[in-house]
C-alpha cells in the first residue's frame, strides 16, 4: 500500500507539469514572507521547481488554502485498491483495530479531511489564471479526497470523520465559522494583489489571514 500511495503521489503530483505552477498560483505560498512565521526562505536558491522548494512552505501552501494535499492525497488510492483484493477490506479492518502503526496512520489521514474544504479549495483555485490547468488539477484532487473519504470511512466503520473523537470534531466545527471568512478575505486580497495592488497594506493584511488562518486550523503546516 505504501508503495501504490507513494507511486500514484509522484505520477500526480510531482511529475504533473502543471502541478508546480497550479501551487504557485492557487495557494499562498509566495506570501509566506510575509507572515514572519517561517525560520527560512520558501526555497533554496532562485529555481522554481520542487526541486528547490523546501518542505515547510510546501505543506504550509497546501493548508491555507484548506486542501491539506499532504495529508491524505494518494491514501485513498492505496487503500481503495488492497480494498479490492479477496478479503482486503476484513484484513484493513482487522488491522484497524490491532495494529497500532495503522490505526495512527489513519487517523491523521482523517483529521486532514476532516480540516480540508473543498469548497474553499475551489475559491483557492479560481486563482489559477490557466482554466483548463485549474479544473483538470482540482478535478483531480477532488475525485481522490473523495476516494479517500469513502476508504477511511470504510476501514474505521464509521459513517463520518471523527464519529470516535467528539471534541476534536466539535473544535474544529465552532473553529471553521471563524477561519472560513479569513480565508475568503486572504482570496480577495491575492486577487487584488496579484491584479497589480501589491502594497504594503496588501501584503500586510495577507499575512494577518494566513497567520488568523494558522491559529483558527491549529496548523502552520
Known sequence: MSASACTFYRENILDDPDMFYYFETGTPMAELEHAKIGSRPARRGGKRSFESLRAI??????????????????????????????????????MMREFPLFIDLIRNVEVGLAKADMGIARLYASLVPEMDVRDRIFSKFEEEYTRSLEAVLAVTGQAELLETNEVLARSIRLRNPYVDPLSLIQVDLMRRKRGGEDTPDVNRAIAGTINGISAGLRTTG
Open 57 to 94: 512552505p510546501w505543506v504550509f501552501g497546501w493548508t491555507q488554502s484548506r486542501l491539506l494535499i499532504p495529508a491524505w492525497f494518494g491514501v485513498g488510492h492505496a487503500l481503495s485498491e488492497y480494498s479490492e483484493q479477496p478479503g482486503g477490506l476484513d484484513r484493513l479492518r482487522a
